[in-house]
């Protein structure tokens, strides 16, 4: 449905992409992360033809967005961080005039009153834009999105500024749309891309860092194992006996939990228990607290990333 080919932008000196290539399948819900700068507004915007590439190609249902830049972005509807709201107008207004701005070829009373009532808006649709929540403008920007009925949604930062509750209720609008669109979803939020998507893709420096389902990436097939220890001693001493140990891959520490105690993420390719547990009684230190902890998308988030820093 989305192909991304070999795409490249560059502002000056700054390479902002540098020949990224990625697939969305039709029916999917991508998530797109990456740090702040990383080029993740930059590639949406070229997906979305809003801006050229240098070289590369992007690929909607087919169409190329620049060569047939009329059938591509038809195909697409695109909810920016900050959603386009004309807010001294009714939402009903607002939604008649993208509506025809669009020139879409429906019904227009019928559709836009499908899209209010799938997005739960109906019960506002006479009332000022400005005067509504931050919960009520994503979904107004997210109707305006969905205008026409595109196969593609792409979604930057659809929960920015929301309260708990309504972050829940916009994970579940996008679950339900997911069921009949191809969406990419970019987010700062990682519990976010874990409860909605099914794949990921990661960019940094304007490069692919990684990419694959969640499972995947997560440690379905990963040949390593976590460990969670809180360890009283001096920090360093502490570091320098773990590191020792035959088969840890990586020893991170998170900092004094207690006075006197703290704590480190160990990353090893079998089960060190025992042998934590004995390098520990050969020092003066004494192991507070020892359980398996799995990965979460945070930390692979942070391990992708900061290894592509490296």
Known sequence: MIEVRNVSKRYGRHQALDNISFKVKKGDILGFLGPNGAGKSTTMNIITGYISCDSGEVLIDGKNILDEPKEAKSRIGYLPEIPPLYNEMTVRKYLEFMFRLKRIKLPMDE?????????SIDDVGERIINHLSKGYRQRIGLAQALLGDPPVLILDEPSVGLDPAQIIEMRNLIRKLGENHTVILSSHVLTEIQAVCDNIVMI?????????SIDHLMGTGRDTTIVR???EGREQGIMSALKGIDGIIRVTSLGETERGCYEFRIESKKDIRRAVSRAVARTDYAIMLMQPAGQSLEDIYLEIISGNNN
Do not use: E, M, R
Request: some cysteine.
């Open 111 to 119: 559709h836009i009153s499908k899209i209010c009532t799938d997005l």
């Open 204 to 212: 940094n420096n304007g490069k692919i860092a990684a990419a694959g």
């Open 229 to 231: 220890i809180i360890i």
